[in-house]
């Protein structure tokens, strides 16, 4: 039997509220506590991985309710936070500069599916309506390379359709550099091809 990701139940008013099934956020929760309390990683090393498993479950239940101190991470953030304060060539704000990275802020809100007009399919062809609607579940420095592209790949110049995952590649292949021209939005599979032919060179 799979692993039920969220739970959600109908409410008077017609809308639909949804929150990460509780086995989703234990298995989560397992994860996090594994890197926090591993004894091989520095903070600033914890940091970077706490920092793409947290905003991946956040991500992914963006239109899940996340309110209240459990879904909110409160426990999970302070129980880092008196690891990484245990390191004592860290002081207290290169330690808060940690949590923020490790936790990152990303927007949900509850009702902001995007609504499919009536008379739209996936396979009526229209191409850049679905582009440009499967666009608004992203945000950040991806949904702005989204616009600035036109909702097409920088890497094949294909439309970046509901058909596929679209990845935010650095294009000079510093993850720290997040310098607009260095940011591209390209579909899952060209990014796994950019860097399998850059592993080859």
């Not at 036109?150 to 997040?178: A, F, M, S």
Request: charged share 25%.
């Amino acid at each position: 039997m799979g692993l039920i990701f969220s739970v959600g139940t109908s409410q008077k008013n017609g809308k639909f509220r949804c929150v990460p099934s509780e086995d989703n956020y234990n298995a989560f929760r397992r994860k996090v506590k594994h890197i926090v309390n591993n004894s091989n990683y520095g903070a600033v090393v914890k940091a970077q991985k706490l920092s793409s498993l947290v905003r991946g479950w956040r991500n992914y239940h963006r239109y899940c309710r996340l309110s209240g101190s459990k879904l909110s991470l409160y426990f999970l953030t302070h129980r880092a936070w008196k690891v990484f304060a245990k390191e004592r060539k860290l002081n207290r704000y290169q330690v808060d500069d940690l949590i923020d990275k490790a936790f990152p802020c990303v927007p949900y809100g509850e009702h902001k599916h995007v609504k499919v007009k009536g008379d739209k399919s996936p396979f009526d062809g229209d191409i850049t309506y679905w582009s440009k609607r499967n666009s608004k579940y992203y945000d950040g420095p991806l949904a702005a390379a989204l616009r600035r592209q036109q909702h097409t790949c920088g890497h094949c110049g294909l439309k970046l359709t509901g058909g596929e995952i679209v990845q935010l590649h650095h294009i000079d292949g510093n993850h720290d550099n997040w310098k607009r021209n260095n940011l591209t939005a390209v579909h899952k599979s060209c990014h796994n091809y950019i860097h399998m032919s850059r592993s080859l060179d």
